[in-house]
């Protein structure tokens, strides 16, 4: 069974950076995608960025192309996503699913894994 554990969330100003991350245990199949999402208060739940098993970042959110970059260890057991130029409207509930659908489309099928999340608050 794949787990996930998200890390790296704070409070930032805006213009700052964080670089969370999402620790992968278990054993997946090189089909499996890693997504991040996020969701803001009282809002839809957002997909943000996606990595193939390769390494290969699969797409991001217009919202956030050009200011996050997601990558992920030589182990292939940490995602990360590094998020620059942060606004407040980045402040969300970010997570981490693993996705035996792969990277197709970035959201989450009903066999997604999900980590607990970490919160990002971004102030003006």
């Known amino acids: 069974q794949v787990q996930l554990l998200e890390s790296g969330g704070g409070s930032v100003q805006a213009g700052g950076s964080l670089r969370l991350s999402c620790a992968v245990s278990?054993?997946?199949?090189?089909?499996?995608?890693v997504k991040w999402f996020r969701q803001p208060p009282g809002r839809e739940r957002e997909g943000v960025a996606s990595?193939?098993?390769?390494?290969?970042?699969?797409s991001y959110a217009d919202s956030v192309t050009g200011r996050f970059t997601i990558f992920q260890n030589n182990a292939k057991n940490i995602v990360y996503l590094q998020m620059n130029s942060l606004k407040p409207d980045d402040t969300a509930m970010y997570s981490c699913?693993?996705?035996?659908?792969?990277?197709?489309?970035?959201?989450?099928?009903?066999?997604?894994?999900w980590g607990w999340g970490t919160q990002v608050t971004v102030s003006s």
């Open positions: 278990g054993y997946r199949s090189s089909n499996y995608c």
């Open positions: 990595i193939t098993f390769g390494g290969t970042p699969a």
């Open positions: 699913a693993a996705d035996p659908s792969g990277c197709a489309v970035l959201d989450c099928s009903s066999m997604c894994l």
